[in-house]
């Protein structure tokens, strides 16, 4: 599980969302946004994030801290984007992913500050 975690810390920091979102979240991955249903599935996931992406002019991504027990892992990561619009957005995300088979079949995303 580990060799499959720092791929998508790896993925996730160099700014290769679009691509994790294919290759680790399950068809039917449940996605949760601070509390609430961000996408019922990997391809309403990818569609929204796409979006968003789109217009992310550049980024940083530095993990903070990854815990891994069982087949759940807390991964709290430091992102820092510059819009389109030249609006800089900094915050910190923990998400909390369980896995089943290779694959995340529920993330957990939360805004920590």
């Given at each position: 599980m580990q060799e499959l975690i720092?791929?998508?810390?790896?993925m996730n920091t160099s700014g290769r969302?679009?691509?994790l979102c294919e290759k680790y979240?399950?068809?039917?991955?449940?996605?949760?946004?601070?509390?609430?249903?961000?996408a019922k599935s990997m391809q309403e996931s990818?569609?929204?994030?796409?979006?968003?992406?789109?217009?992310?002019?550049?980024?940083?991504?530095?993990l903070i801290s990854s815990e891994i027990e069982?087949?759940?892992s807390e991964l709290?990561?430091?992102?820092?984007?510059?819009?389109?619009?030249?609006v800089i957005s900094e915050f910190t995300?923990?998400?909390?992913?369980?896995?089943e088979?290779?694959?995340?079949v529920r993330e957990e995303y939360s805004t920590i500050s």
């Open positions: 720092d791929d998508f810390v790896e969302v679009l691509e979240y399950d068809e039917h991955v449940l996605m949760l946004n601070n509390g609430t249903v961000f990818y569609d929204k994030q796409k979006e968003y992406v789109g217009s992310v002019e550049d980024f940083e991504v530095k069982g087949n759940v709290v990561f430091r992102y820092r984007m510059t819009g389109s619009d030249a995300g923990k998400h909390i992913q369980t896995w088979k290779g694959k995340i």
